[in-house]
């Protein structure tokens, strides 16, 4: 069954001795020397978001950029993960192009238990049925054919179908995104996203989106929750820019000065 979005509860804590553990340890694999900026963006979605603590995995040459705009980042110069490593959560694929190195870091993630949010260069055409951890995939239409084989223009017509479809055949969640974005989970059920506009469709807007989700991840133990009021906040940051400005000189770099009122509102949504 699809429905709207509906705002939840991810952004609640309901103790007085709060610290960054609690929100966890968030790996972010990254950005390249040539493309800082997208490890950037999504580092900024996580930290905006309330994550405890984010490791960016990258290129040395990359950490001016980072380290510019997210002070808060530590950094990680490896090339793989540990299986038992002590992260909560990890994303990938952000600024990173989807050759043979990509897939090899994706397999490992898999073999893993937590849960993995993969974007860009880590989406393509693969099995996920040996996955021992939860996998979200965050595909725009161009990456979600590549993934399937499907065009574009398919896609586009059959959007619900097509990611609810690949969603419980590979028992994955699926976040088509696009006007109303598409929230598929491998049960069967999901949501069409209700919130956002043109402003975000712009390249950038999607790491973004990843570094909410990697944050809400960490903070809301009920995974389809969280996906469901990361996808939520990324549109409604949108919807907030439009009120005073025209959607198309938003930028995505400017997606994370809009998000504390972005959850203010979503807050005040739910106590109605």
């Known amino acids: ?29 990254a950005g390249t020397g040539l493309m800082p900026g997208s490890a950037a963006l999504a580092a ?29 980042a530590l950094y990680d110069f490896g090339t793989s993960i540990d299986v038992d490593h002590t992260f909560q959560a990890i994303a990938a694929g ?53 993934m399937t084989g499907k065009s574009i223009e398919h896609i586009q017509k059959n959007r619900l179908q097509e990611a609810s479809a690949y969603a419980v055949k590979h028992q994955v969640t699926v976040v088509l995104k696009g006007e109303y974005t598409v929230i598929a ?21 999607g790491d973004t989106l990843t570094g909410i989700i990697l944050a809400l991840v960490m903070r809301n133990s009920h995974l389809k929750t969280a996906v469901a009021d990361a996808v939520y906040l990324h549109g ?9 400005y025209p959607a198309q000189a938003m930028r995505p770099f400017g997606i994370h000065d809009l998000i504390p009122d972005a959850i203010n509102e979503m807050v005040k949504e739910r106590r109605r």
């Open 1 to 29: 069954m699809y429905e709207p979005t509906q705002t939840s509860c991810s952004f609640y804590y309901s103790g007085h001795n709060a610290h960054k553990g609690i929100f966890g340890h968030g790996l972010l694999i």
């Open 44 to 72: 900024l979605g996580a930290v905006s978001c309330g994550a405890g603590k984010v490791t960016v995995q990258t290129e040395q040459e990359a950490v001016p950029v980072i380290a510019s705009h997210v002070p808060e």
């Open 94 to 146: 952000c600024g990173r192009a989807a050759d043979n190195k990509m897939e090899l870091i994706v397999q490992h993630l898999l073999q893993q238990n937590q849960p993995v949010i993969l974007d860009a260069g880590a989406l393509h055409s693969r099995s996920w049925q040996e996955a021992k951890c939860p996998v979200i995939l965050t595909p725009h239409p161009g990456e979600f054919s590549r």
């Open 185 to 205: 989970f491998a049960d069967g059920s999901g949501y069409i996203n209700e919130t956002g506009n043109e402003g975000l469709s712009k390249g950038g807007s």
């Open 236 to 244: 409604k940051c949108a919807d907030i820019w439009k009120r005073m």
